[in-house]
């Protein structure tokens, strides 16, 4: 494709990108531009459509005037203020607002800028809150297999994913993780929830007992896991991790980076599944990915075993610079009016019978060993080339791009999670495009 911008390798050398093949991008560029609803704009002028919604989090879709406005006005009414020892208005607003669509019993909220600070801050409250609690003993955290959290260090050293972790030493001791539940044999093709490995969830038993339930704080796992290529919770699963981890004193934390704010057809997931943890961690749509932002949702139980001791004290030695930010403040009411205004913290519920039926008439494509879906979330996964992992998605990505549609592709496995805008029309250009895409590679 050509590209207007007319860069050179050279022009680009400086950026050191995030995730990305490098070299490869630096060669052959992807330029965005522009975006509007459902659409990027590149840099040769083509309409791009975002079956990614970014990176999951342009939940409402791009450039959504309420939300660019919110930020102009608070950028020219209070562009900062500190965040320790001071408040603004609209930090306590949001926290209220927040509260509000959570699951019950989730009643405050501490802020961060990323997911990965989200993880972070909520493994350190959980470690706290046992310490305040007088069990000082519970240090262990138990995450799981292929799990992501994230690339700060403890989010890598309870995430599960190999190649996000074995470059960087021997991470956090005392971390154990569950085994993930991905079982293709039993469940390929699956729409909606597994029927098989529910049970899995009695693995955590298993860790209790050898560790023993006293040095145990915390089990974090992502209800839906999206980076390592959707896994979809077994029936079953997640209610099972949630009695274990009551019967021992231990905290659950649901990390919602993008399971929160709609993508199932509730706000969260604990309310998609009915299952409550003691700590919810949020980001991406938060705002709708327009001004870094996260959230951590802790029961009054947790929030309340802090408060205690002289009044003058800091309760709790966290925070950023920006938690509560107030342009990001700003962003994340607007957005908050956004989805409340077009339905779209439920959407997903109405759409997702008609994304699985198009979803799932690719069974056939070329190359396709299972398909998998939930809410307004789908995964393809293909067969490898042998030898050459990553390489058969990879090219596919690039396809589809090149056709005019943005996926996400880890390793061997395609992954959509569109804006909760879309149509059904989109929806079936979706799906045609992809076909198109699947029966092109190789
Ligand atoms: N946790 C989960 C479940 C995620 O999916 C992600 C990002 O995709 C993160 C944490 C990290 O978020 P961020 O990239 O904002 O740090």
Redesign the pocket.
């Known amino acids: 494709m050509s590209n207007r911008l007319n860069t050179t390798p050279n022009d680009l050398r400086a950026f050191w990108m995030p995730f990305t093949a490098n070299r490869q991008f630096k060669q052959n560029p992807r330029m965005l531009v522009g975006a509007r609803d459902m659409h990027f704009t590149a840099s040769d002028g083509r309409k791009i459509l975002d079956g990614t919604a970014g ?2 989090c342009v939940n409402a879709g791009h450039c959504r005037p309420k939300i660019t406005e919110a930020i102009a006005q608070q950028a020219g009414e209070l562009d900062y203020a500190p965040a320790f020892q001071m408040g603004h208005p609209k930090a306590f607003e949001l926290a209220n607002r927040l509260v509000d669509i959570a699951p019950d019993g989730m009643n405050h909220v501490l802020f961060t800028n ?6 972070e801050t909520a493994l350190k409250v959980a470690l706290a809150y046992h310490r305040v609690k007088g069990n000082g003993s519970r240090t262990r955290l138990i995450g799981r297999e292929r ?6 260090f403890g ?1 890598i050293s309870v995430g599960g994913i190999v190649t996000n972790r074995k470059m960087f030493g021997t991470l956090l001791t005392g971390v154990d993780h569950m085994p993930h539940t991905h079982l293709p044999a039993q469940n390929a093709f699956t729409k909606g929830q597994p029927e098989h490995g529910g049970d899995l969830a009695s693995e955590l038993e298993r860790i209790v007992t050898l560790h023993d339930a006293s040095t145990i704080a915390a089990v974090i796992v ?1 209800p839906v ?3 390592t290529g959707v896994l979809i919770p077994p029936k079953g699963y997640l209610k099972k991790l949630r009695e274990i981890c009551t019967k021992h004193g231990i905290l659950l934390i649901f ?5 929160g704010f709609g993508r199932l057809g509730s706000p969260f997931a604990a309310q998609h599944y009915d299952v409550m943890p003691d700590m919810i ?1 949020s ?2 749509g938060l705002t709708n990915g327009v001004i ?1 932002m ?1 959230a951590v949702f802790v029961t009054s139980e947790i929030h309340d075993a802090f408060m205690q001791g002289p009044e003058h004290m800091i309760e709790f030695f966290h925070g950023y610079t920006y938690s509560g930010n107030p342009i990001a403040s700003a962003a994340a009411l607007a957005t908050l009016d956004t989805y409340k205004e077009e339905g779209l913290l439920t959407r997903a519920a109405e759409l997702s019978p008609y994304w699985e039926e198009q979803l799932h008439s690719l069974k056939d494509c070329p190359h396709v060993i299972d398909i998998r879906n939930t809410g307004l979330i789908g995964a393809i996964e293909l067969d490898p080339i042998a030898g050459e992992p990553t390489k058969r998605a990879f090219s596919a990505f690039l396809k589809a791009y090149d056709d005019g549609l943005l996926i996400r592709t880890t390793g061997d496995i395609i992954a959509l999670s569109p804006p909760l805008i879309i149509s059904k029309d989109q929806i079936d250009e979706l799906f045609e495009k992809l076909r198109t895409v699947l029966k092109g590679v190789t």
């Open positions: 990176l999951w990323s997911g990965s600070e989200s993880v799990g992501y959290h994230g690339v700060n989010g992502e896991a999206g980076s990390d919602e980076v993008i399971t961690t980001a991406k870094p996260g």
